[in-house]
């Protein structure tokens, strides 16, 4: 793999800790206090300057109180730009509340279509 890809890699990594810890309302400190791990560490993590070991994943996941599969999740560029890659990219970067209303707006739309047949 090559380097760019790597520091790529690290860098959504650190981008989607930052945007799970805010969601979270936590602070650099909190979420280093939580994972054992120092705030200037997790800082570099999120800027994606440090590239993690996977002791320092599953205690920066432990902090945040989800699995890793949930830290991956949506982390890398979907190569299938169907309907659904497209809903996916739309909504991956938006805060929970964005979510919840576009998943609100979509099964309001699903029972109205149901009640149509």
């Known amino acids: 793999m ?3 890809s ?11 800790i930052r945007r799970l810890r805010k969601e979270m309302n936590l602070s650099q400190e ?14 570099q993590v999120e ?18 109180d989800i699995s890793l599969e949930e830290l991956f999740r949506y982390i890398g560029p979907m190569d299938k730009q169907d309907a659904l890659g497209q809903i996916v990219e739309l909504l991956v ?8 209303m576009a998943l609100n707006v ?9 009640k149509k047949h």
Request: net charge negative.
């Open 47 to 64: 800027r994606g300057e440090k590239n993690l070991t996977l002791e320092t994943l599953e205690k920066v996941v432990g902090g945040l």
């Open 93 to 100: 970067k938006r805060s929970v509340e964005d979510q919840n």
């Open 30 to 43: 909190q979420l280093a206090e939580r994972s054992g791990l120092h705030t200037n560490y997790v800082g």
């Open 106 to 114: 979509l099964k309001t739309v699903m029972e109205w279509e149901e």
């Open 2 to 4: 090559p380097d760019e």
């Open 6 to 16: 790597k520091s790529e890699l690290v860098k959504r990594i650190g981008e989607r």
